[in-house]
Nanobody
């Protein structure tokens, strides 16, 4: 079984910084693209950042210049450095990854999407 676990969330004042981490573990053959999403109650889950297996990154305008995504392939990890945080950044943040490995007791080269449990970020004075 494959699982993703996020850490690093918390409460911070506007203008502050947080660093989120996510580690994939379990019966893994290969980890492909990874990313971060965030969600506020009553709203659609929003893409925050993505990084490919080759290290190419993308961030939308809402966080561009403030958030930086990175990965550590040796640790099957993805990180999100968040600077200059604003109140509108308040949300539950989820990491996601495309992973091949053992699923339902069967090893396969097919990659499936996995999600972490989420970590809360609160930006308030």
């Amino acid at each position: 079984q494959v699982q993703l676990v996020e850490s690093g969330g918390g409460s911070v004042q506007p203008g502050g910084s947080l660093r989120l981490s996510c580690v994939a573990s379990g019966s893994i053959s290969e980890v492909g693209d990874m990313g971060w999403y965030r969600q506020v109650p009553g709203k659609e889950r929003e893409l925050v950042a993505t990084i490919t297996s080759r290290g190419s990154t993308y961030t939308p305008d809402s966080v561009k210049g403030r958030f930086t995504i990175s990965r550590d392939n040796a640790k099957n990890a993805v990180n999100l450095q968040m600077n200059s945080l604003k109140s509108e950044d308040t949300a539950v943040y989820y990491c996601t990854a495309r992973v091949s490995g053992r699923r339902n007791g069967i090893w396969s080269n097919e990659k499936f999407d996995y999600w972490g449990q989420g970590t809360r970020v609160i930006v308030t004075s």
